[in-house]
C-alpha cells in the first residue's frame, strides 16, 4: 500500500528540516529541491497546489513512488498573507485515493518557537497550530531537541512508528 507522511508543526518547527531528512531516502519521494537548498518557500513544496486546494490530490501521480512525504506548517504563508491549511480534508482526499496517510507533528519548545517566529513574522503564531492540531492524532511527535540528542537511535524509531523509510547513515544527517 502506498503511504504519505505528513510532517506539519508551527512555523519554525523544523519542517524544513525533516522534509530534507525524509527527502533523503531513495525510496522516498519529496522536496527533492530543498536537499540542495537550505529553505525554499512552502509555495514551492511539491503538493503546495493540493494544500491550497486538497481536490487536486486526484489528478496526482500516485504511480511515481510507494512512499511520499508533504510538509506544512501552521500557518504558512500564501502570498504574503497566513493560512491555514485543511489536513483534514487532505489526509481524507488521500485516503480516497487509496494512500494510507500517517501524521507526523513537529516541536520545539515554546520559548524557542516564540522568539523565532517574534523574529521572521512580528507575532506568536504557535497558538493557532495547537488550535488546529487538538482534534487530530499523529502517529508521532518530531522534536529537533530530541533528533540532537539521539540521533539514528531516533530516526530508526520514527521509522519503525510510521513504517517508513528513513536514511539512517547520510552525511547530511551527521
Known amino acids: 500500500m502506498k503511504r504519505l507522511v505528513i510532517l506539519t508543526g508551527p512555523q519554525g518547527s523544523g519542517n524544513h528540516m525533516w522534509s530534507k531528512i525524509f527527502a533523503l531516502h531513495p525510496d522516498v519521494w519529496g522536496w ?18 493540493c494544500w491550497r ?20 506548517s501552521v500557518p504558512y504563508m500564501e502570498n504574503g498573507q497566513p493560512a491555514m491549511p485543511d489536513i483534514g480534508r487532505f489526509r ?5 485515493q487509496g494512500i494510507d496517510v500517517r501524521l507526523a507533528i513537529c516541536g520545539r519548545d515554546r520559548n524557542v518557537l ?17 488550535v488546529a492540531y487538538e482534534d487530530l492524532i499523529p502517529d508521532v511527535f518530531l522534536s529537533f531537541e ?8 531516533y ?13 539512517l547513515q547520510s552525511d547530511v544527517i551527521d
Open 53 to 72: 486546494d486538497p481536490g487536486l490530490l486526484q489528478k496526482f501521480d500516485w504511480t511515481q513512488s510507494d512512499h511520499y512525504v508533504t510538509s506544512i
Open 92 to 96: 481524507q482526499e488521500c485516503r480516497v
Open 146 to 153: 530530541l533528533l540532537y540528542l539521539y540521533r539514528r537511535r
Open 32 to 49: 527533492q529541491a530543498l536537499l540542495d537548498t537550505y529553505w525554499i518557500g512552502h509555495d514551492q513544496e511539491p503538493f503546495a497546489d
Open 114 to 130: 516564540a522568539m523565532q517566529q517574534q523574529r521572521l513574522r512580528g507575532g506568536i503564531t504557535f497558538y493557532q497550530a495547537l
Open 155 to 167: 530516526l530508526q524509531t520514527i521509522s519503525a512508528a510510521l513504517d517508513f523509510p528513513i536514511m
